[in-house]
């Protein structure tokens, strides 16, 4: 389904004013990356100038600047074993909760503080909901050293795709390397299969692929609803 960019823009506010409101005192929170994690991230600036106390822990440059612009006090995510609550968006989510992230490039860093978060709320509009998951394509983080013959072994299990541009140059991650969108197979019938192949894939670092991450879903609908989604 498609909605205008400002009522999509209307939707993502009100998906990062509510992830706000559940942030606590001395919690150590992790920012996603994305259009509507950039939401949740100004909602909590606004908070933090209210008076809430936290650190944050960020997935990208892009987000970690905003919030230290914002005034938000910064951890190092070197020396943090455990984050309490991790708020990030999506690309597409399924009804068994399993995602396909990692549009912004920062998809390998995300998984890290998903991976560590007691909590990770995923706030997305009513599009990024599918039953199945692949229309998007899958970004994978690939080392920039030999990249070809990675990209080689991709395609030849039947993983056809681009490597992602920017301004007409290679795009390259936060952790300097490439990401490689499959665009084919078109849809994920098992995505856990897919994920693991991929992953074998000697220059792979990880795929867009997020199981058994989300803890709560926040869905936001053009009617300007948003609901917490159970997982099936
Ligand atoms: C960033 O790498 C992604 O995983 C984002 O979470 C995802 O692309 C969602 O972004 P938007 O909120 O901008 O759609």
Do not use: W
Not at 41 to 63: A, M
């Amino acid at each position: 389904m498609k909605i205008d960019s400002e009522k999509q823009n209307d939707i993502k506010k009100a998906l990062g004013k509510r992830a706000a409101s559940l942030v606590k005192n001395g919690m150590i929170v992790g920012l996603g990356t994305g259009s509507t994690a950039n939401c949740f991230i100004e909602s909590l600036i606004e908070r933090c100038k209210e008076g809430l106390k936290i650190e944050v822990v960020s997935s990208s440059t892009h987000s970690l600047k905003r919030a230290e612009k914002g005034g938000i006090p910064l951890a190092d995510m070197n020396f943090i074993t455990k984050i309490d609550l991790t708020v990030d968006g999506a690309d597409e989510i399924d009804p068994y909760n399993r995602m396909i992230k990692g549009g912004g490039g920062a998809l390998v860093r995300e998984k890290i503080l998903a991976s560590s978060s007691r909590q990770m709320i995923v706030i997305v509009d009513e599009t990024k909901l599918v039953n199945q998951l692949g229309d998007f394509g899958l970004p994978v983080e690939i080392i920039s050293f030999g990249y070809s013959a990675t990209i080689f072994k991709l395609k030849e299990l039947g993983y056809d795709g681009e490597l992602r541009k920017l301004d007409h140059e290679l795009y390259k991650t936060d952790n300097g390397n490439y990401i490689f969108d499959i665009r084919s197979p078109k849809r994920f019938l098992t995505p856990e299969k897919d994920d693991d192949v991929i992953k074998k894939i000697p220059g792979v670092v990880d795929t867009g692929f997020f199981f058994n991450m989300a803890t709560s879903v926040l869905v936001g609908y053009a009617n300007g609803n948003v609901k917490l989604r159970k997982a099936r």
